[in-house]
């Protein structure tokens, strides 16, 4: 074990919130695995559904492939890792391991808020200017934002792993289940005033930036619901609700994380702090399949003839 006052080179981590809980680890393990398998298996159909069916080549289903397609990004870099971790007895992680998951899982999270951002202007643009939604969202022009939230992402969240690379660590216990950018950055002994900067920066693009269009887009969809027809609303409801519900989940599960790394809590009870930490990377990929499948008419249509096929 590291000492926390002097400055050594870090080739692992050691992830100190894993629980000694004996041959209830393997029952873990199995549950784990299970939602693992779950996750892969729902968005990998809908994706699937999407592509082969051209009457989905849609602006609307294009984010949705996309949206699922991130949902195995992101559980990917959670998944596999968890799984390896809770069968050992050792819970170390190498330096650049733990630093490619930190890349995969942050840039999952804010691709996530991107990509919900990008669909509230998609659905503003079909409630409020129905006529004219054809010609102002095409495919093409979704497949361009897609591709833009994408790399925005990466490159954003490159410039904050550039700067924790240069860090000199003096420690390398992780107070969590997982990688995590911000408690990294607690071990450095080297200035970290930079980093701090960029982050607060980083923090409020990654808030605000979403917010804003969403609040905008939404304000306008509640004035037409509000002045429109019965079918306006209905219309309305049905496709903003899986919308709203994904947003308002991921925006809890970050919020809560985000305030566990940068603020005590040991108040909690370690169990809950543990459900709590994982609950966007775990619930999130669940839900989303399931709520945009049921909720869709064309999707879940589909999705039930295919069903239908296979089952005969």
């Known amino acids: 074990m590291m000492s926390n006052s002097t400055s050594l080179t870090v080739s692992y981590f050691i992830l100190g919130a894993y ?5 209830l680890r393997y029952l873990c393990f199995m549950i784990t695995a299970m939602l693992y398998i779950v996750i892969v298996v729902a968005n990998t159909s809908l994706i699937v559904v999407i592509c082969v069916n051209r009457s989905l080549h849609e602006p609307m289903y294009l984010f949705l492939c996309s949206l699922f397609v991130n949902e195995l ?4 870099g959670l998944f596999p890792f968890l799984l390896l ?3 050992s007895d050792i819970h170390t992680v190498s330096a650049p391991l ?3 998951q930190i890349f995969c899982l ?5 691709t996530q808020f991107c990509k919900l951002t990008v669909m509230s202007y998609d659905r503003y643009l079909a409630i409020c200017y129905p006529l004219q939604y ?4 095409t495919s093409n022009k979704a497949v361009i934002l897609i591709i833009l939230v994408w790399l925005y992402s990466f490159v954003k969240f490159l410039i904050t792993l550039s700067l924790n690379i240069r860090l000199t660590l003096c420690g390398n216990i992780i107070d969590s289940l997982n990688c995590n950018n911000h408690l990294v950055v607690k071990l450095a002994c ?3 005033q930079v980093n701090n900067i960029y982050g607060l920066f980083n923090t409020a693009l990654s808030v605000l930036g979403p917010l804003f269009p969403i609040l905008f887009s939404y304000m306008r969809i509640l004035r037409v619901c509000f002045s429109g027809s019965k079918q306006t609303r209905q219309k309305a409801f049905s496709t903003c609700t899986p919308h709203l519900v994904s947003l308002l989940n991921f925006s809890f599960g970050c919020s809560f994380e985000m305030f566990q790394s940068r603020f005590d809590m040991s108040g909690v ?3 809950l702090r543990i459900i709590l930490s994982l609950y966007f990377l775990i619930i999130q990929p669940l839900m989303n399949p399931v709520m945009y499948g049921l909720q869709m008419s064309k999707l879940r249509n589909i999705c039930k003839h295919v069903l239908r096929y296979k089952l005969k």
């Open 106 to 110: 942050y840039t999952y999270a804010n």
């Open 98 to 100: 733990c630093f490619l």
């Open 85 to 87: 971790q809770i069968l």
């Open 269 to 271: 009870p370690s169990v």
């Open 73 to 76: 990004y992101g559980s990917t």
């Open 134 to 137: 054809n010609t102002r969202m």
């Open 19 to 23: 629980l000694n809980i004996g041959y």
């Open 190 to 192: 080297s200035d970290t």
